[in-house]
């Protein structure tokens, strides 16, 4: 059964950091791309960051702050968040993509961001 699972939300002072983890099963190298969004109250989920292959892409509003990264060795999807702002609260999401399947999703962890 493929399952996303995220952890490593919480709360952070603005200008703090957060790295958030994904674990996926039974492995990560079935998923083609994989990629975080977010969703606030009241809006629409929006990509955070996504990775195909060796190439990543980045929300304008997170390039230079965030990183994605995968663990191969430990089926593991990371965002390295830094230099958080209030307008980075939002629930985090998992996302992967399988060839000819529908996407995968987690359920989500929150961040919350203090001023």
């Known amino acids: 059964q493929v399952q996303l699972v995220e952890s490593g939300g919480g709360l952070v002072q603005a200008g703090g950091s957060l790295r958030l983890s994904c674990a996926a099963s039974?492995?990560?190298?079935?998923?083609?791309?994989m990629g975080w969004y977010r969703q606030a109250p009241g809006k629409q989920r929006e990509l955070v960051a996504r990775?195909?292959?060796?190439?990543?892409d980045y929300a304008d509003s997170v390039k230079g702050r965030f990183t994605i990264s995968k663990d191969v060795g430990k089926n593991t999807l990371h965002l390295q968040m830094n230099s958080l702002k209030p307008e980075d609260p939002a629930r985090y999401y998992c996302?992967?993509?399988?060839?000819?399947?529908?996407?995968?999703w987690g359920q989500g962890t929150p961040v919350t961001v203090s001023s």
């Open positions: 996302h992967g993509q399988r060839p000819f399947d529908l996407p995968s």
């Open positions: 039974p492995s990560i190298s079935i998923f083609n791309a």
């Open positions: 990775v195909g292959g060796w190439s990543a």
